[in-house]
């Protein structure tokens, strides 16, 4: 079994900055790729950001340049530093995780956590 929990969600105005934290937990063998993923209030759950590796990294259009996702391989986390905040960023951010669990070599799954809210004020 394994699990992914958010933090670092909150309330920001314009402007502002945050920082989320996904740390995955478990039976984990080895975590292939961390994203970020966030739902607006009557829209589809859309892709941020994604990491596989330090330099394989991808953004969607409307963050980059704003926010940057990182990994800490060591502690299973996943980063997400966001800047220069707009209120069209308010969502539920998602943290999603490929990877494999199980004994020996493992399985492959995806999993999801629960995701943590952004609200940025103007």
């Known amino acids: 079994q394994v699990t992914l929990v958010e933090s670092g969600g909150g309330t920001v105005q314009a402007g502002g900055s945050l920082r989320l934290s996904c740390v995955a937990s478990?039976?984990?063998?080895?975590?292939?790729?961390m994203a970020w993923y966030r739902q607006a209030p009557g829209k589809q759950r859309e892709l941020v950001a994604g990491?596989?590796?330090?330099?394989?990294?991808r953004y969607a259009d409307p963050v980059k340049g704003r926010f940057t996702i990182s990994r800490d391989n060591a502690k299973n986390t996943a980063y997400l530093q966001m800047n220069s905040l707009k209120p069209e960023d308010t969502a539920v951010y998602y943290c999603?995780?490929?990877?494999?669990?199980?004994?020996?070599?493992?399985?492959?799954?995806?999993?999801w956590g629960r995701g943590t809210q952004v609200t940025v004020s103007s």
């Open positions: 478990g039976d984990i063998v080895t975590i292939n790729g």
């Open positions: 999603y995780a490929d990877l494999r669990s199980g004994p020996l070599v493992g399985t492959q799954y995806d999993y």
């Open positions: 990491i596989s590796s330090p330099d394989r990294v």
